[in-house]
Structure formats: C-alpha cells, structure tokens
C-alpha cells in the first residue's frame, strides 16, 4: 500500500533552525512536495524535488532520496508565522498526490 | 503563480438541504480539477477527480449520488452535497495543476466550511 510517515507536532524556538522528515512508501514515484498549511486555510505550494538531493528557497530547503524514500524541510531562521501544519505529498506513478497527515509545526518565541 | 478561486469560503445549511460549491481556475484552463475533504487535524482525503466533459472519478467509499461533481468547462468545477448531514460538515477544498507535467504544483482554492445543523 501508500504510506507516508512524518511527526505528528514539533516545536522550535523563533530564530532557529527546524527540520522535518517524511518517509515515504508509494507505487511508482514522479516526484515529491512540501506544502505549508494555515489552521482553517488551503495548503499552499513549498517546494517539488524529482531528483536527488536538495533544493534551496530562501529560508526553505527540502531534501531528497529516493532510494531510501525519505525527504525532508529544512526551515531556517524560524519567524512565528512559520507556525502551521507541513504537508509532505510524493506523486504516484498515476501522477496523483499522496497526501500525509501533516507536520503541526508550533514556533515559540 | 495561477489562481484557483473557491466559492463559498463558510456555509451553514440546514439537515436534508444541498449545497453546492464552486471552483474556478482563474487564469489557466483546467481539464483535471480534484475534490478533497479534510477533517480536524486530519490529512487531506481525496474524494474525486473532476474530469472537463466527462463523468468524475470517484475515490473508493464516496458516494457519487451524494457528493454530485460537474465539470462543464474547462475553469469552472462544481461539488453539490445533496440532502445533507451533519456528518458532511466538513472542510471541503478543490486544486487544480496548471499542466499535466509532473513537476507542475498543484493550486488551491481557499476551502470551503461546511457545517450543516
């Protein structure tokens, strides 16, 4: 079957750097996303990695290994409307999105 | 980035009435727009897959007669919850991929909040 694993909540401190892993299992794989999601909102667009390796955005990185199905987002320089839920989403070889529960990310000051 | 408008953001609708929700690509055309359900703190559940001309998709264990998709063109989507529960209350969100490449993102609407009493 599909499964994605990531922590279900972590909390980190304003300033800091926070990272947050998914493993993945999916049936054929066409690439994975990050989406950031506000309480009461639509998820919004982070990142896609299709190869190996890490990708860099500004203050957000994510990683990739396919072999090993794992994937992470690394945010740095934490600001408190970082606060929110991170989706981790690999696409299945039907291209469709495989969504996880979610990282509930809480950022104290 | 391509918008997807979502209409309406809050519904309150009362036991044995339908709803319907709307979902618009603003600037890009749409053959495949998807339905997602998403309970509190819950993942994202896809429901259905909005095909432009032709009948949608269903996920296994949703009830087609129930939650009714139209897809009459290639921006516009519609979700109906007919005769409706209070267990449909719900955040209901449509997206939709500006392309079929895999890379392409997928866009959301804003959600809607359904909460039938």
């Known amino acids: 079957g599909q499964n994605i694993d990531q922590p279900t909540e972590m909390t980190a401190t304003e300033g800091a750097i926070v990272q947050i892993n998914c493993t993945y299992q999916t049936s054929g794989f066409n690439g994975l996303f990050w989406y950031q999601q506000h309480a009461g909102e639509a998820p919004t667009f982070l990142s896609y990695n299709v190869l190996d390796g890490l990708e860099e955005k500004g203050r957000f990185s994510s990683f990739l290994s396919r072999s090993k199905g794992y994937s992470y987002l690394l945010l740095k320089e934490l600001q408190m409307k970082d606060s929110a839920s991170y989706l981790c989403a690999p696409m299945d070889s039907n291209y469709q999105l495989i969504w996880g529960a979610g990282t509930k990310l809480i950022i104290k000051p | 980035g391509a918008v997807v408008s979502q209409h309406p953001s809050r519904v309150i609708c009362k036991s044995g009435t339908s709803v319907k929700i709307e979902c618009r690509s603003l600037d890009f055309q749409a053959t495949t727009m998807f339905w997602y359900r998403q309970f509190p703190k819950k993942s994202l559940m896809l429901m259905a897959t909005s095909n432009e001309g032709s009948k949608a998709t269903y996920e296994q264990g949703v009830e087609k007669d129930k939650f009714l998709i139209n897809h009459a063109s290639l921006t516009l989507s519609t979700l109906t919850v007919t005769s409706a529960h209070p267990e449909d209350s719900s955040f209901y969100i449509c997206?939709?991929?500006?392309?079929?490449?895999?890379?392409?993102?997928?866009?959301f609407g804003q959600g809607t909040r359904l909460t039938v009493v």
């Open positions: 997206s939709a991929r500006e392309s079929d490449r895999a890379s392409a993102e997928a866009f």
